[in-house]
T-cell receptor, first 114, second 113 residues
Framework: DAKTTQPNSMESNEEEPVHLPCNHS???????IHWYRQLPSQGPEYVIH???SNVNNRMASLAIAEDRKSSTLILHRATLRDAAVYYC???????????????FGKGTHLIIQP | NAGVTQTPKFQVLKTGQSMTLQCAQD?????MYWYRQDPGMGLRLIYY???????DKGEVPNGYNVSRLNKREFSLRLESAAPSQTSVYFC????????????FGDGTRLSIL
């Protein structure tokens, strides 16, 4: 899987939007962008994924740059419960039929101030 | 909604002891995974099973064995535990297809003295 680069940590205030960046300059045409997050003392949980178009779901939005070399996970109104480590992961659709594992980096530690 | 259940939640072993970590999922998923997470690091894949009856090595398989007992259960065995295997172990499962999200258990915290 292609490599991603994320800031080590970010801080935001409760009830404000949060934009978490991810750079993936070596992304290939068959790589999808997935985001997971890991709350303290829990396993990771899926947040969202996309290919080219921006995506929205109940948890977050994913904005993908036109050249696909970067993306941004957007939490529209952060709560204290959103404090977690956020991982940006690329998945190649041609890799293992989707059954192979995820490649996690160190992610971004998001701190939410009350 | 049990999802992915891991047992035990905590375990302390002495060097050289053996143990099996258990994982079960109730989502009828085909694929199951074992990861380890060391302090301050992301997860690393140990082994995975694309379907019942198959297993494959991941990034860090040395010192571990796995068994896909049936579609629901996927166990991880440490035959002779070493201090370097002190870690938090996560099991995950997913449906068929690359775009299916992985669902994780809450982890087993394993310390080897």
């Amino acid at each position: 899987d292609a490599k991603t680069t994320q800031p080590n940590s970010m801080e935001s205030n409760e009830e404000e939007p949060v934009h978490l960046p991810c750079n993936h300059s070596t992304i290939s045409g068959t790589d999808y962008i997935h985001w997971y997050r890991q709350l303290p003392s829990q396993g990771p949980e899926y947040v969202i994924h996309g290919l080219t178009s921006n995506v929205n779901n109940r948890m977050a939005s994913l904005a993908i740059a036109e050249d696909r070399k970067s993306s941004t996970l957007i939490l529209h109104r952060a709560t204290l419960r959103d404090a977690a480590v956020y991982y940006c992961i690329l998945r190649d659709v041609n890799s293992g039929g989707g059954a192979d594992g995820l490649t996690f980096g160190k992610g971004t530690h998001l701190i939410i101030q009350p | 909604n049990a999802g992915v259940t891991q047992t035990p939640k905590f375990q302390v072993l002495k060097t050289g002891q053996s143990m099996t970590l258990q994982c079960a999922q109730d989502m009828n998923h085909n694929s199951m995974y074992w990861y380890r997470q060391d302090p301050g690091m992301g997860l690393r894949l140990i082994y995975y099973s694309a379907s019942e009856g198959t297993t494959d090595k991941g990034e860090v398989p040395n010192g571990y064995n796995v068994s896909r007992l049936n579609k629901r259960e996927f166990s991880l065995r440490l035959e002779s535990a070493a201090p370097s295997q002190t870690s938090v172990y996560f099991c995950a499962s997913s449906g068929r297809g690359w775009n299916q999200p992985q669902h994780f258990g809450d982890g087993t915290r394993l310390s080897i003295l």
